[in-house]
């Protein structure tokens, strides 16, 4: 079965998780005729019926549950808690609304219990002001949660639903996801649930237990601090302005720059106020002089050996690092690095260090 672990446990009781709140009653379209025989094997314990029903909506909800929480494996663990829960309080959804809503209605009550229980994830700007030359030597802060990378082959192209005004890479973005740990709870659900998955006001006042005025006031107040938070335009836009051959080459020319050591090459392609930083590590750097410092400083000379991949993550261009003693050891793993763009230039870097953001892109641990 799809849902889960041997023993697991829900959080919250199912009757009043799933019964109580959607009952499948809800707006949306009917059920269709393959879908109602497929609930109706499931209720029967059909667990292969049950898989059927949730594989299509897989993507989306994880990707949804990646939102809320900012931590790939924050949602993996998530949404199988919410399918078990979902699986288990199957009997009490009739049918006649969506099952696509009354399973948003799940995930998006487990990451809300999960967001109750943990100190929201964290970036490094969060911590304190940029330092103007490079730090060496400093230690993760042991009582820091940190966002995480999220790989683009979890994401479906085009917005969830007609009313949603996020497309769903631009609602991956990093910028984005990191605005939204600074929500409240409840704020970051209906935000999400409205502005990028398209559900009306009355659609979530009935998933969270409220009002739609409350859920209104929840929108505007999360919508004044993602503005101003994230006050420049999506990275969709600026990639799609210059192009897919373009966005390559500046990724090329960011690899070679790193493995050749070419310092040159590198603040070539970077603009006058860019960023780097590499949580888990607390220090950040802002502004070519600075940035350059460190890349002098750490990846351009004290890292022996680089190989790379291009990827996709966050919705953005990005590149799997990893680095080996010597050009012909073996390289291990050794970061995900994010790349914001502002035109044909890098404005950011994020450099999520640490083998474990690897596995969910599909990515080994080391190459030749």
Not at 269 to 290: C, F, I, K, N, Q
Not at 333 to 339: D, E, R
Request: proline share 7%; net charge neutral.
């Amino acid at each position: 079965m799809v849902v889960g672990r041997s023993g697991d446990s829900p959080r919250r009781a199912e009757s009043s998780l799933v019964g109580e709140v959607f009952s499948g009653r809800s707006a949306g379209p009917v059920v269709q005729a393959a879908e109602q025989a497929d609930l109706a094997r499931a209720r029967a314990g059909d667990d292969a019926a049950f898989t059927r029903l949730v594989q299509p909506l897989r993507r989306e909800l994880h990707a949804h549950c990646y939102r809320m929480l900012g931590s790939t494996h924050d949602a993996d663990d998530a949404l199988q808690d919410a399918l078990l829960r979902a699986w288990r309080g199957l009997a009490r959804f009739e049918g006649r609304g969506s099952l696509r809503s009354w399973l948003y209605v799940v995930a998006t009550r487990t990451c809300l219990d999960v967001v109750g229980t943990r100190v929201r994830r964290a970036m490094p700007v969060d911590l304190g002001p940029a330092s103007d030359h490079a730090v060496l030597g400093s230690a993760p802060p042991a009582d820091v949660a940190w966002l995480g990378p999220y790989p683009d082959a979890g994401l479906d192209d085009g917005p969830a639903g007609p009313a949603a005004h996020y497309e769903q890479r631009e609602a991956v973005e990093l910028a984005f996801v990191a605005a939204l740990q600074h929500l409240p709870a409840n704020q970051r659900a209906a935000l999400l649930l409205f502005d990028v998955l398209g559900f009306s006001s009355a659609e979530i006042a009935t998933m969270m237990d409220t009002s739609a005025t409350s859920v209104n006031s929840a929108l505007a107040r999360a919508r004044k601090i993602v503005a101003e938070k994230v006050p420049g335009p999506a990275q969709q836009r600026a990639l799609r302005q210059i192009g897919d051959a373009r966005v390559r080459e500046v990724v090329t020319r960011f690899t070679t720059a790193l493995e050749r050591g070419d310092a040159d090459a590198l603040v070539a392609l970077l603009t006058e106020d860019v960023t780097w930083s590499m949580p888990p590590l607390p220090h950040w750097y802002r502004g070519l002089a600075a940035v350059t410092d460190f890349a002098v400083q750490v990846p351009l000379t004290r890292c022996p050996s680089w190989r790379h991949r291009p990827i996709g993550a966050n919705g953005q261009p990005a590149v799997a690092c990893y680095v080996g003693e010597n050009p012909t050891a073996v390289h291990h793993a050794w970061s995900i690095n994010v790349l914001t763009l502002r035109g044909d230039r890098i404005t950011d870097i994020t450099s999520f260090l640490g083998a474990e953001h690897f596995a969910p892109f599909g990515l080994p641990l080391s190459v030749p």
